[in-house]
């Protein structure tokens, strides 16, 4: 999504799937989807730096009083928005300049999966190493985090999906 309008629409059906279907499914207490790091992950590339940050803080904030995980996803997300753009810089490095979205039909399937895989394991990973309260159980934080990083990948690519390509030539 290259103009900000369509990305805040989008991001307003992305919470609210979050919030009133993905914030129910919990699988043994181990796999919890997570589809809202999506919005991070597909907002513009030229959008303000201290801006992403500002909405990274208030969507991990909003799902913290959901959840009442007392600020957990608050660092999660906020830590995304302040890697996102190295990120983007690593995997598309004009994005920017040729006003790129991020979706699969874009950038292709090899880009967006490198791109979903590094952004949420990033948030996952931060999410559930403090959710553990500390490194001694690290192979659990990890399996815990590689699972839903598998899920919610495939989760947010089938959402991506019928995102329609861009039609800037």
């Known amino acids: 999504m290259t103009r900000p309008g369509p990305w805040i629409v989008f991001s307003f059906w992305v ?10 499914i919990e699988v043994g207490g181990y796999l919890s989807p997570y589809l809202y790091p999506l919005v991070l992950v597909l907002a ?15 969507l991990g904030l909003g799902i913290d009083l959901h959840e009442g995980s ?35 039909q874009d950038i292709g399937l090899g880009k967006w999966t490198t791109l979903v895989l590094l952004t949420l394991g990033i948030h996952h990973l931060w999410l559930f190493l403090w959710a553990s309260h500390g490194t001694h159980i690290f ?8 699972l839903n990083v598998v899920v919610s990948a495939a989760l947010s690519t089938a959402v991506a999906w019928f995102i329609p390509k861009s039609q800037q030539g």
Do not use: D, K, T
Not at 73 to 96: E, K, Q
């Open 44 to 58: 513009p590339a030229n959008f303000n730096r201290l801006g992403l940050l500002a909405i990274g803080a208030a």
């Open 70 to 104: 007392g600020g957990l996803h608050m660092m999660a997300s906020s830590l995304l928005a302040y890697v996102r753009p190295w990120i983007l810089n690593g995997i598309v490095p004009r994005a920017a300049e040729e006003q790129l979205s991020f979706v699969p």
């Open 139 to 146: 192979s659990l934080v990890l399996g815990r985090s590689v």
């Open 15 to 24: 919470l609210l799937a979050q919030i009133l279907l993905m914030s129910q």
